[in-house]
T-cell receptor, first 114, second 112 residues
Framework: ETGVTQTPRHLVMGMTNKKSLKCEQHLGHNAMYWYKQSAKKPLELMFVYSLEERVENNSVPSRFSPECPNSSHLFLHLHTLQPEDSALYLC?????????????FGPGTRLLVL | QKEVEQDPGPLSVPEGAIVSLNCTYSNSAFQYFMWYRQYSRKGPELLMYTYSSGNKEDGRFTAQVDKSSKYISLFIRDSQPSDSATYLCAMSGSGGYNKLIFGAGTRLAVHP
């Protein structure tokens, strides 16, 4: 098992619901990431945090709201999602935010929006 | 044009075969090249990491980078059924932070 955990592993929600995804890393890393993985598409970077500061918001709709209370925890708050938001949401961490740092991934949360 | 192109497969081979997986890219600024393996219902795990051009070998796996052709490869020797997974290439280069650009992934099935 990797040092990055995600909960829940599966989530079904209606378009009017509000839910949150949680990620925790036990590696002592300073940078954390949210990715979206849709079928037959490359992983899409959504957000990057370094030392709890957001350094990238990759043109993500406002219905996705990230939160990084400390360097070990990362949340993704979801509200009024659309069916096309159904995907695997992956969290990753790296030692630092520098180019070339290895990213370690969690197992993902499989999200279905009805 | 996508920054990274990867044939999605699926690729089906018999056990013991040599497997060749490839990606092409367009951004000459890429310097760091990775291969991740993703089993069904799991997150990607780093398999190989290469900086700049050249070859790197780790057991049955060999990664090659040809920056002049903007082409990277992963070779798997003596493939095993446990190698059945989706293989993702990823790369990064410039910018103020660690932005990985991924290929779409190639699904590999190794049958006994």
């Amino acid at each position: 098992e990797t040092g990055v955990t995600q909960t829940p592993r599966h989530l079904v929600m209606g378009m009017t619901n509000k839910k949150s995804l949680k990620c925790e890393q036990h590696l002592g890393h300073n940078a954390m990431y949210w990715y979206k993985q849709s079928a037959k598409k490359p992983l899409e970077l959504m957000f990057v945090y370094s030392l709890e500061e957001r350094v990238e918001n990759n043109s993500v709709p406002s219905r996705f709201s990230p939160e990084c209370p400390n360097s070990s925890h990362l949340f993704l708050h979801l509200h009024t999602l659309q069916p096309e938001d159904s995907a695997l949401y992956l969290c990753a961490s790296s030692q630092d935010r520098g180019v070339g740092e290895t990213q370690y991934f969690g197992p993902g949360t499989r999200l279905l929006v009805l | 044009q996508k920054e990274v192109e990867q044939d999605p497969g699926p690729l089906s081979v018999p056990e013991g075969a040599i497997v060749s997986l490839n990606c092409t890219y367009s951004n000459s600024a890429f310097q760091y090249f990775m291969w991740y393996r993703q089993y069904s219902r799991k997150g990607p795990e780093l398999l190989m990491y290469t900086y700049s051009s050249g070859n790197k070998e780790d057991g049955r796996f060999t990664a090659q980078v040809d920056k002049s052709s903007k082409y990277i490869s992963l070779f798997i020797r003596d493939s095993q059924p446990s190698d059945s997974a989706t293989y993702l290439c990823a790369m990064s280069g410039s910018g103020g932070y660690n932005k990985l650009i991924f290929g779409a992934g190639t699904r590999l099935a190794v049958h006994p």
